[in-house]
């Protein structure tokens, strides 16, 4: 029974020290007016994500993700109950650009009746990658939604691992992010290795731009096409940092920098200064490697697409894919600003893209690859409407391996493993349970959408036209997509070829071809 009173002792004690403590700091006004409790504030503000999450915000109020979003990937990456009941939450009369899927009663095509008897679904891509410039790689993508760029470094190597084995359990891509290609890339996934302004993995000891190291490095990996990284969403513009700290010996070999010294990536590629330099490395890489080379940029100056587009209409070089990045993406550490402000949202900025790609006749020729939020279904199929023929899913896929929206990516203190590279954080996360809920998460999606297009009266998200989607703009108006962002008729759409071709796959009139055949035509 002594034992109490001692215990008491201590406590009283413990709470006089921090009293004095704060009377006698200067570092915060609050303390020294309000001792001992005042600590109670910063608590609250520490905590306070997490309080919005679990007890205050309601199912459609929080961002990135809200609630139902989550609810909805969380489900589905377990093969759980992921329908909804009692009807739509959603302000629908007041919402204005809120979107709306013009189902059909009758449709030219359709899916075979069976096509949904499982959640794996074959939803191959549009569009043959590489075929319109005759690249000796060019292949059909066996999947429209893969895994987008998020480097080894920002995710943690478990994080790396689960997402390569569910992207070979669903059978889609999975994007390297700059940080180079480390052993968890390597666990029968496909990859698309991304090439950034630091040249991680392909880089001499100078930091410099190495063809010989790269060929090496493609040739001994999976890796299907390269992505020339421009600018992201999240911080377009500005090049990473990470910090010394989580320079491992491991990150500093997948990257071929020193272990133990901030890894700082420029802002700009030091191999090209203009469109018309860039085009000609593109022509330089694909011919070297024989893979279908693209960029990825978030859209703010239209000057360099409209060079882009005049330059491959006249010249003959291009691109083969083009990923756009919507400014409300983002997997990691950026300034406030360039989260908040820098770049255009997907929707406006992708449709200005592609206008100019459709204007100058070359919308055929260009796969088009969306991201920024588009691993949700409804997000998803205005993309596609808008000419989309793949998305890349990123935060959603962190969700799917056990992310839970605790925005702690920036500090190396994610609870879930996910996004840091702490031990004892990391080994909560099982790469082998989580990869196959990363593969039922893309099963769900894919199948969702298939089910959508079929609603549409078509046999491919990729046939989904604008006409199919309009957007609210009051409570008693709406405009078709096509009207909001100025398309033509046909814009959106893949060739009459490619149409026919991927119909004919879809309704099994035609057999698959493969995803990696001797030619482009022999994919169907």
Not at 209 to 232: N, T
Not at 447 to 452: A, E, Q
Request: proline share 6%.
């Amino acid at each position: 029974m002594a034992l109490l009173p001692r215990a008491a002792a201590a406590g009283l004690g413990a709470l006089a020290a921090v009293a004095v403590r704060d009377l006698l700091q200067r570092e915060h006004t609050l303390l020294r007016n309000y001792p001992v409790v005042g600590h109670a504030r910063y608590l609250i503000e520490a905590i306070g994500p997490e309080l919005r999450q679990y007890l205050v915000a309601g199912n459609n109020e929080e961002r990135p993700f809200t609630r139902d979003q989550r609810r909805w990937v969380y489900a589905s990456s377990k093969r759980e109950n992921n329908y909804f009941g009692f009807g739509t939450d959603n302000d629908l009369e007041f919402t204005a650009g809120y979107p709306v899927i013009n189902h059909r009663t009758f449709g030219p095509a359709v899916p075979a009746t069976d096509v949904h008897a499982g959640q794996d679904v074959d939803l191959p891509c549009a569009k043959v990658l590489g075929a319109a410039r005759g690249r000796t790689a060019a292949f059909r993508p066996p999947s429209v939604v893969n895994i987008s760029a998020m480097s080894f470094g920002s995710l943690s190597a478990q994080a790396v691992e689960a997402l390569n084995r569910g992207a070979a359990l669903a059978g889609c891509l999975h994007n390297t992010g700059e940080g180079g290609i480390s052993r968890h890339h390597r666990h029968g996934g496909d990859l698309v290795f991304q090439i950034g302004t630091a040249y991680f993995g392909c880089r001499d000891e100078h930091g410099r731009f190495d063809l010989d190291r790269l060929k090496d490095l493609v040739a001994g990996a999976p890796v299907r096409a390269l992505e020339v990284k421009l600018s992201q969403g999240a911080k377009p513009g500005l090049g990473g940092v990470l910090p010394a700290a989580k320079v491992s010996a491991e990150i500093a070999a997948a990257r071929g920098v020193p272990e133990g010294v901030d890894c700082i990536s420029p802002s700009r590629h030091a191999e090209f200064s203009d469109v018309d330099s860039l085009l000609d490395w593109v022509e330089l890489l694909a011919a070297e490697t024989g893979l279908p080379v693209g960029i990825k940029s978030a859209v703010g100056d239209m000057t360099f697409w409209e060079e882009l587009t005049g330059l491959m209409a006249s010249t003959g070089r291009g691109v083969d894919f083009v990923t756009v990045d919507g400014g409300e993406g983002g997997t990691g550490a950026a300034p406030l600003i360039f989260t908040d402000s820098v770049s255009l949202p997907f929707q406006l900025g992708f449709a200005r893209v592609h206008a100019l790609f459709a204007r100058a006749g070359l919308a055929d020729d260009v796969v088009f690859v969306g991201a920024g939020k588009l691993g949700l279904p409804d997000n998803a199929v205005v993309a596609f409407a808008l000419g989309c023929d793949m998305v890349n899913v990123g935060r959603e896929a962190m969700l799917a391996i056990g992310c839970i929206q605790a925005q702690k990516c920036h500090t190396d203190t994610c609870p879930t493993g996910v996004a840091t590279q702490n031990a004892w954080l990391t080994r909560g996360l099982d790469p082998a349970l989580k990869s196959v809920r990363a593969a039922n998460y893309i099963g769900t999606l894919r199948r969702d959408l298939l089910k959508v297009a079929e609603a549409c009266g078509v046999a491919h998200p990729g046939l989904i036209d604008t006409a199919s989607v309009e957007v609210l703009t009051g409570r008693t108006t709406s405009s078709p997509l096509h009207d909001v962002y100025g398309y033509e008729p046909g814009w959106g759409l893949p060739s009459a070829a490619d149409r026919a071709a991927i119909t004919a796959l879809m309704t099994g009139a035609a057999p698959e071809g493969g995803s990696a055949p001797p030619s482009p035509d022999a994919t169907g």
